[in-house]
Nanobody, 114 residues
């Protein structure tokens, strides 16, 4: 299974972006889907994740600005990012947890200019 992420880009501070992530190849029930990010010189960190039942967790730094959602039928997860800040600049990785296996997307660059 490969996860294909899209939607990154360059945006000014205060702007918006929407990331999408969907699996290619075999599809099966992915229990938890989410987004992580990694800025240069920093560790990868959780941004948001959502279970198939709709339970959601956000990092404190994005709460109130980012919204995660998913389409269970398509195993697709979205991340609506509003009020972007320069500190949101990072490579964003899609993640999917199915059973005991964790799958990662290839990463999409988000750059927020001041």
């Amino acid at each position: 299974v490969q996860l294909q992420a899209s939607g990154g880009g360059l945006v000014q501070a205060g702007g918006t972006l929407r990331l999408s992530c969907a699996p290619s190849g075999s599809t099966f029930s992915i229990i938890i889907m989410g987004w992580y990010r990694q800025a240069p010189g920093k560790q990868r960190e959780l941004v948001a994740r959502i279970s198939s039942g709709g339970n959601i967790n956000y990092a404190g730094s994005v709460k109130g600005r980012f919204t995660i959602s998913r389409d269970n039928a398509k195993n697709t997860v979205y991340l609506q990012m509003n009020s972007l800040k320069p500190e949101d600049t990072a490579v964003y990785y899609c993640m999917g947890l199915a059973g005991v296996n964790t799958y990662w997307g290839q990463g999409t660059q988000v750059t927020v200019s001041s």
